[in-house]
């Protein structure tokens, strides 16, 4: 396996999906329940009523906190070893070339989804749609990765 891309420990893909299901709570909580978390921020630019730069102001961080719970999560659970991974160099370098395939999958579907969603979605739609292909090279990524892990023999 090339060291520069080694994955993190197993132990890391459960604290990533800890910190993923913490997301959709606090997601579920801020879209259901009006969740309001206030925090003063620095922010690099701001354009709500007006432009600011580099400016620390009060604001609710809630959604931006979801976001990084999640992503954050998907990041860990992604890069993280399998846990036949840990016990086998052989199991761990069949895993390398099939994370790798798996990866170059996700991103050639994700960008074809891109592609329709820039030429059929349009206004506070596109805006979401941008928020979940943050999240959906990940998803597509451990998709693809079961499938050719279950389609590979003696991993």
Do not use: C
């Amino acid at each position: 396996m090339i060291k520069d891309l080694a994955p993190f420990p197993f132990k890391a893909k459960v604290a990533g999906w800890m910190l993923f299901i913490a997301g959709l709570i606090l997601g579920t909580l801020f879209a259901f329940f009006n969740l309001v978390i206030n925090f003063p921020v620095l922010a690099i630019f701001s354009s709500f009523l007006e432009e600011k730069y580099f400016t620390v102001f009060t604001t609710n961080v809630t959604d931006e906190l979801t976001l990084l719970l999640i992503l954050g999560g998907m990041f860990l659970v992604v890069f993280s070893k399998d846990h036949l991974e840990e016990n086998s160099q052989e199991s761990s370098e069949k895993l390398f070339e099939i994370r790798a395939k798996s990866m170059f999958k996700a991103l050639y579907y994700n960008t074809i989804l891109l592609f329709f969603s820039i030429i059929f979605v349009f206004g506070q739609g596109f805006f979401w749609v941008m928020i979940l292909n943050l999240l959906s090279v990940f998803v597509l990524y451990l998709v693809i990765l079961a499938i050719n892990k279950r389609g590979t023999t003696k991993i």
